[in-house]
């Protein structure tokens, strides 16, 4: 045996020992990661993996362990390891552990794939090591790309309505829409045809990124006899069904009866739209893209609106062409008439059929107008209906869903209702912002009111026709109660009043201070003492009692009231924690929830410091929480603002973890102090088979970032014992104690045996 072979030989059984060491001491910290962990040396030889790696990258873990990591992660990784030294590669990452580094990875069987690797040194006995976080990004990359695709179809949509304001004839209309599809929409592709009746076939009006030698293969080809020969394509059924026709993988598509004509290239995904005008389609539009799998539902939306809004236009076009302008506007206030109106709610219903939600009509009487015509005449009165209709438009922001069906009567439709706060909302806008208006009437000013009759779709009808019909007999109801607005259905009418009113007396609760906070302590799981607690807030209302938060919240934000009402909790905290403090009671922290309204409010930063400004111990009381999905929207904006607050001395925390789409380098690059795992999971360990391993992995991935871990919602003594086997460090929840009063609190848990 040679000198060199037994070195090998010693060398080899030292690092095995070294290995063992370490996989004792990490293997189970590993093996809790959600993603794939890598733990490589100085020599950039990988020493330690977990499962998810063994699987993202398809090898077995011997197979690995003491390999390159050049053998997994090609470049990028190892570059980074040997730059300027070890020493200073280690400084670096020391101060980039919350970067992710998007780099490629090698499977086993040679394909890659994108990852995304966060990098943390770590000082050992067997020398310096470090430990790769690794996520797989592919689908996250698909999502980027699919987000990058619907800006373009946005782009597009917005493009085609300049188009359509704009345009006087359809050739105009076609050659156009087809150029914004490939150049702004960025699809490979687009052709308009419209429908030869003579001929039972399509021709071409237009055309985009296709080679003009094959339009006339396009004319030819494209017959609508089911009976003929390609009588069954794409764009003949289009035609026939009144349907969108998708072929997500062309190539393969059977039912892409062309396809082996299109370049592979050009057309990976096609969908084929009818252009639909009075229930007749007169024509496609086509659009090729050169991905697969391209078209999906919230895509599939936006396109269906385009070819909607080119339907629009080319029966417009027809009309300008047919009749004269009053045909379809009113002569006094330039907006829709009765006729153009019911036909756009005609195309709204349409939409709101397919995408399954309603349509609410409302029907506008301007009182006193007669009166208005007999004392200052008719020109006076024409010139107030003008500036109504203005101040409509400026109201609404849409001109289509706007017009003047009557003399003193306006019509406003909302195409896409979702539940009745979406038209409690416009009512009150409305309501209120025409009382408050002046108009100009014969050198002096003028105010109004009006009545308002509401109809919805499909509660109340089915056609345009109907719902108009319906609304006109809510509003001459109205009119004759003096109620200021009715539904046709009456407990819609009662559902809409009991809003506005609980909206009304909000206000009045926060003018006469009727709110209170209530606390939910926090109890550390090792010594079963107080740690905090959580500020709640709580409405009594004097006339019906306590109301529950999830009434009342959702109001408060929808209204802008959770500006002041959150402010106000703010100072309410403080002054209870000073004045435990005064007192001689635990200075335990206060955390408050800061919702969606207060922190994209601009003056979110500022209220915070006026708080902490109201003493020097002010800042070591409060806490705030912030739940998952609010601050990974505008991910980079957030981290600046918590920064300044956390440098406050006041502490962030994560609520409801879990439930948003966090991702593993945004989380170590927000300034946490906390995470709270939301009581779904909690309550899942103990009912679904891997609810516990899930909260183990989060536990375990929070003090990986150096986050206490709060369970919320614990509600039963086997969940507790779970939680302490696991690692948590505190809880809340009915176990313990439900949310009381501060005299409660101070009386029952700020005394031992809750605090030393």
């Not at 006076?380 to 003193?408: K, P, T």
């Not at 020097?616 to 981290?639: K, P, R, W």
């Not at 969940?719 to 460090?729: A, E, I, R, W």
Request: net charge negative.
């Amino acid at each position: 045996m040679t000198r060199k072979s037994a070195g090998a030989r010693i060398r080899r059984k030292n690092t095995k020992m070294r290995l063992d060491r370490t996989e004792a001491r990490y293997f189970g910290l590993l093996e809790a990661a959600p993603d794939g962990m890598v733990v490589v040396n100085q020599h950039e030889q990988i020493i330690l993996l977990n499962l998810q790696a063994e699987r993202q990258f398809g090898y077995a873990r011997d197979e690995l362990v003491g390999q390159q990591v050049t053998t997994i992660i090609p470049e990028g990784f190892a570059e980074r390891l040997v730059a300027d030294g070890l020493l200073s590669a280690v400084e670096t990452l020391a101060q980039q552990i919350d970067t992710g580094i998007e780099l490629t990875g090698r499977r086993k069987d040679g394909s890659t794939f994108p990852i995304e690797i966060m990098m943390s040194p770590l000082e050992t006995d067997e020398g310096l090591l470090v430990t790769a976080a690794i996520r797989d990004i592919t689908l996250r990359r698909h999502a980027e790309n699919k987000i990058r695709y619907l800006n373009r179809i946005y782009a597009m949509l917005s493009a085609i309505n300049g188009l359509i304001v704009r345009v006087r004839n359809h050739e105009v209309l076609f050659k156009e829409a087809c150029r914004i599809a490939v150049d702004v929409g960025g699809f490979s592709a687009a052709w308009i045809g419209l429908v030869d009746d003579s001929a039972t076939k399509i021709n071409v009006a237009a055309s985009a990124g296709i080679d003009q030698a094959f339009v006339p293969v396009l004319n030819d080809r494209y017959l609508l006899d089911e009976h003929a020969p390609f009588g069954n394509s794409m764009v003949a059924r289009a035609i026939r069904e009144k349907a969108n026709i998708v072929s997500n993988d062309t190539p393969a598509d059977p039912l892409a009866l062309f396809r082996n004509e299109y370049p592979a290239s050009a057309a990976g995904s096609i969908v084929v739209l009818p252009l639909v005008v009075h229930d007749t389609a007169i024509g496609v539009l086509e659009l090729y893209s050169g991905e697969t799998d391209f078209f999906d539902d919230v895509e599939m939306k936006l396109l269906t609106e385009i070819a909607g809004d080119i339907s629009f236009a080319i029966d417009h076009i027809d009309k300008q062409e047919r009749s004269s302008y009053l045909e379809y506007y009113d002569g006094v206030t330039g907006l829709a008439n009765r006729k153009l109106f019911l036909e756009r709610v005609s195309q709204y219903i349409f939409s709101a059929v397919h995408d399954v939600h309603k349509v609410a009509l409302h029907l506008i009487d301007i009182d006193g107008f007669k009166n208005v015509n007999d004392s200052f005449g008719e020109e006076a009165g024409d010139s107030l209906l003008l500036q109504v209709a203005q101040w409509l438009l400026n109201e609404i922001g849409n001109a289509h869903v706007v017009a003047r069906i009557d003399r003193d009567q306006f019509a406003v439709v909302q195409p896409m209702v979702k539940h009745e706060g979406d038209v409690a909302r416009l009512i009150k806008r409305l309501m209120e912002g025409l009382q408050k208006y002046s108009f100009s009437m014969a050198a002096t000013t003028l105010r109004i009111s009006a009545k308002v009759g509401v109809a919805v779709l499909p509660d109340d009808a089915t056609t345009g026709d109907e719902l108009l019909k319906k609304a006109e007999a809510a509003l001459k109801k109205a009119k004759a109660s003096g109620d200021r607005f009715v539904f046709f259905t009456e407990t819609m009418t009662s559902m809409v009043a009991e809003r506005l009113s609980l909206e009304t007396q909000l206000r009045n609760a926060y003018d006469n201070e009727e709110f209170v906070l209530h606390y939910q302590p926090k109890i550390n799981l090792l010594s079963n003492k107080i740690t905090g607690v959580e500020a709640l807030i709580r409405w009594n209302n004097p006339k019906t009692g306590p109301v529950p938060p999830d009434r009342f919240i959702p109001i408060l934000e929808e209204t802008g009231l959770i500006h002041d009402v959150g402010r106000w909790a703010l100072r309410k905290t403080m002054e209870d924690h000073l004045r435990w403090r005064a007192s001689g009671l635990p200075a335990i922290r206060i955390a408050v929830n800061v919702s969606q309204v207060q922190l994209r409010s601009s003056d979110f930063v500022a209220d915070i410091q006026q708080v902490v400004d109201i003493d020097t111990d002010a800042a070591a009381g409060l806490e705030l929480e912030l739940t998952e999905s609010l601050i990974m929207n505008n991910v980079q904006y957030n981290i600046d603002m918590l920064r300044t607050i956390r440098a406050m001395g006041v502490t962030i925390a994560i609520d409801d973890f879990g439930t948003g789409f966090s991702s593993l380098s945004c989380l170590a690059k927000l300034p946490l102090d906390k995470l709270k795992i939301d009581r779904m999971f909690i309550h899942a360990m103990s009912t679904e088979p891997f609810g516990q391993v899930l909260v183990h992995s989060i536990i375990s991935l929070a003090h990986l970032l150096r986050l206490q871990v709060i369970a919320e919602g614990v509600e039963t003594e086997e969940q507790l014992s779970m939680l302490k086997t696991l690692g948590c460090d505190e809880m809340q929840g009915f176990l313990h104690s439900r949310p009381v009063t501060s005299a409660i609190l101070e009386d029952r848990y700020l005394v031992p045996p809750y605090i030393d």
